[in-house]
């Protein structure tokens, strides 16, 4: 998986099947007041260590089949990485490997959206360090 990428020139991390929503769609997406996802993990105190396994954990309040899981940063409005795509809503996923390119820094975020880009929700900030 690439250091994160930006939609110029357009370079996603596809780690499993292809992206079935345009990249501005979660790019774009704003947060409605009804959440269809609560994320418990990770939150404003998680460190992920890069090279080591990252765990992430949510509530879905809605019978969304799939998500997709977006890796972003405050600091870069166009800097993405697709953590995972068509992933079962069960509330939990192993990110076997945070990419040892990423660069640390306090302004990484979760995006935990629908696979149609209906429906999701933001993590707060937290860490990503060696």
Not at 3 to 16: E, F, G, K, Q, Y
Not at 18 to 45: E, G, V
Request: hydrophobic content about 40%; some cysteine; glycine content about 4%.
């Amino acid at each position: 998986m690439p250091i994160l990428s930006t939609t110029s020139p357009p370079m996603v991390a596809h780690l499993s099947r292809a992206m079935s929503m345009p990249s501005s769609d979660f790019l774009q997406y704003k947060m409605s007041t009804a959440k269809t996802f609560h994320i418990k993990s990770p939150s404003i105190s998680t460190v992920w260590h890069r090279g080591a396994a990252a765990l992430i954990q949510w509530e879905c309040t809605s019978n969304i089949s799939e998500v997709r899981l977006v890796l972003l940063r405050t600091t870069n409005a166009n800097a993405y990485a697709i953590v995972a795509d068509h992933v079962e809503n069960n509330g939990f996923f192993v990110f076997s490997h945070v990419p040892t390119t990423l660069p640390s820094g306090d302004d990484y975020f979760l995006r935990i959206l629908s696979m149609d880009g209906h429906h999701g929700a933001d993590t707060s900030c937290f860490s990503i360090r060696s």
